[in-house]
């Protein structure tokens, strides 16, 4: 049986919202039900002429940004001629100008899982907009496409927060979009009036490939569910110098630069079979992006058994190897990066300065995970009051 996103439990029920309530919508291409139609047309056909606005976050309405700080344009929508504004542009913020034309915002989108991801940070700021302007928000809950049982990586220190980073979670938090606003409104102090639509039939161990849905990419590097499961990990190397796989047809799942030598990097982290996967050396010239048009060698990540499978612990094993066998070739990126043009963006994605320091002093990556788990055990019992699933 397949799951039923909040969006599809939403336009099936009763849920009372007045009976001339304006609706918004917070929405990019991945917010379809299970037939593959748009929510936007979803929620027009069952409250005709009441959608009043649509919102985009980052990567723009129909997913055609490719990077960070790429901004999309406020446009009309083609199919419905009404305004969609942009939540990553001139502004990240909905504006009291923007939410006066609607009474209550729905939020429909597909999370990634991972704490930098930056659609759960766009909600965030939606909330407080609607806060301070009297609108009720509900969210309508979609899975969390690497499951819900398992917490990795550090938390985020709040000298370090950012659009890829507001709170102090870890890395891979284990959470839902609807229960992440509920942790947000409540023990971060939003406290918007907030619903969240629950879905039918998801279950915590459940990824993304065992929910029966499909699966649109949420932005054009997250083609596939594998590249959600190595997400957690792989994106790190945004704050270096060497390419995450932009510009490929496997963005995340591949990763390299140049100046790689992968005998002396897998020699150096233990062999190619690491806990859940095999690093396969791989040779690949970008088209875009880092190092476009140049070949670039390095591995393509391959799961075996991604219950066992750590992505953020084995790509900082990585990262400290690489950098160790090639100081003179690797680079940590320079700002500016997701708006911020001072702090490190590999500081801002790992969210904790110590992370580098860590990796530059040579030390263990075992250990340093090990540290985190008294953190983890913590948020993971603090989550627990808002989880909606069992």
Known sequence: MAVRTGLEVFLGSRVEIGKSARLGLLCNPASVDSDLQHSRVAVNRRFPGRLTALFSPQHGFFAEKQDNMIESDHIMDPVLDIPVFSLYGETRRPTGEMLDLIDILLVDLQDAGTRVYTFIYTLSYCMEAAKRSGKKVIVLDRPNPIGGETVEGNLLQPDYASFVGRYPIPMRHGMTIGELARLFNDRFGIGCDLQVVPMEGWRRAMYFDQTGLPWIPPSPN?????????????????????????GTTQPFELFGAPFIDTEKTLKAVGGREQPG???????????????????????????????????YTVSLKLLKAIRHLNAEDFQWKAPPYEYEYEKLPFDLIAGDPKIRETIERGEDIETLAAGWREDLREFVELSKTYYLYP
């Open 277 to 311: 996967i095999i690093l396969r050396p791989v040779a690949f010239e970008p088209t875009a992006n880092k190092w476009a048009g140049d070949l670039c060698r390095g591995f393509q990540i391959h799961i075996q058994d991604r219950r066992s499978y750590r992505p």
């Open 222 to 246: 997250l083609p596939t569910p594998t590249a959600a499961c190595v997400y957690p990990g792989q994106v790190i190397w945004e704050g270096t110098n060497l390419s995450e796989g932009r």
